[in-house]
């Protein structure tokens, strides 16, 4: 049985051993680079600088959030504002591979530019124990070229700690919740973020739509799931797609883009069964997508794909 509180504190003198200089972390708000982050501030206090870089493809209010709470448990934090290098590094890029290519190799240049500036001498990262065990890996990086906030290249020569290594996911969460971190409990949310929901390219206009209809998912599906409605969808968030349709605005003619709503039950991402969203939670999930955009978004559709044959994710 996992015992959260005699593993953060065997964590903490070992991180206190192995940490003998400056340390930096990428916390892009998951729950592992959370969890980790907090863990070694514990052990090593300013020694270690969490930097959250916002790419411009976070979800509504993210980067504020992982800052507040960065704020909140005392740590020390820096906030870089990469948005524009993002957008300006994806104009005209559609295909999905190449997007997660650039948008990984950006976050490397981004990090290692904060890195060198503090002349940090440790790298931590939150690799969990199903990163690194190839059977959980083989099926999904064989599809997509999986890409973490925080994985950087060797050659950056900092000495790597990695102290989530033997955990799997729950044991994360249960001890992100002993830590008393009120991210534990979130969704999972792909490295390259809200680009690789931008099907075509992904422009600071797209990341706009697709990040206020994300938010609405959100928050009708979380809505539903406490009023006992239906149960709460594994993972459930909003696709723009580069589809445009004729509509109609009050009585005059519009033409704007289509959004699809996806929401899976998974267990660990492998396999996912779409899940059966009551039609009135649908519609005002709709209603108020289309009613928020008018100009720019007038039809809403439903992902009734499994995985397979489908992915989680469009890209
Ligand atoms: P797919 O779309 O492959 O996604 O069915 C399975 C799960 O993985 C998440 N995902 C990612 N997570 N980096 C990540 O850390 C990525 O590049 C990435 N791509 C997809 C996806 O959100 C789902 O939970």
């Known amino acids: 049985m996992f015992d959260p509180e005699s593993y953060a504190n065997e964590a903490i003198e070992l991180i206190k051993k192995q940490i003998t200089g400056k340390a930096i972390i990428g916390c892009s708000g998951g729950v592992d680079s959370v969890v980790a982050t907090v863990l070694v501030s514990k052990a090593v206090g300013d020694q270690l600088l969490a930097v959250h870089v916002d790419t411009g493809f976070m979800r509504k209010n993210e980067s504020a959030d992982v800052v507040k709470m ?4 005392n740590i020390n934090h820096k906030l870089v504002d990469a948005s524009q290098e993002f957008y300006d590094a994806l104009k005209g890029v559609t295909e999905p591979e190449t997007k997660r290519k650039i948008i990984g190799e950006k976050f490397i240049r981004v990090f290692e530019r904060e890195a060198k500036a503090i002349g940090s001498e440790f790298l931590v990262q939150g690799t969990i124990a199903p990163d690194w065990i190839e059977s959980g890996g083989e099926l ?4 997509k070229s999986h890409h973490n906030v925080g994985a950087l290249p060797e050659k950056m020569e900092m000495k790597l700690v990695e102290p989530l290594r033997d955990l799997y996911k729950d044991e994360v969460r249960k001890l992100g919740r002993y830590l008393g971190i009120e991210f534990s409990e979130r969704q999972p949310f792909p490295g390259p973020g809200l680009a690789i929901r931008i099907i075509g390219e992904p422009t600071e206009e797209a990341a706009y739509i697709v990040r206020e209809a994300c938010a609405i998912v959100e928050e009708e599906l979380e809505a539903a799931a406490e009023a006992g409605k239906m149960e709460l969808p594994w993972q459930y968030f909003a696709v723009l797609t580069p ?6 605005q009050g009585d005059v003619r519009a033409y704007g883009y289509t959004v699809a709503v996806r929401a899976v039950q998974s267990l660990d991402g492998m396999t996912a069964a779409y899940s059966k969203v009551p039609h009135d939670v649908l519609e005002k999930i709709s209603n108020r997508i289309t009613n928020t955009m008018k100009d720019k978004v007038n039809r809403v559709v439903y992902d009734i794909t499994n995985k397979p044959p489908g992915t989680i994710e469009w890209e």
């Open 70 to 73: 960065m704020e909140r448990m």
């Open 140 to 143: 999904r990086d064989t599809i």
């Open 243 to 248: 589809v445009k349709t004729v509509g109609v």
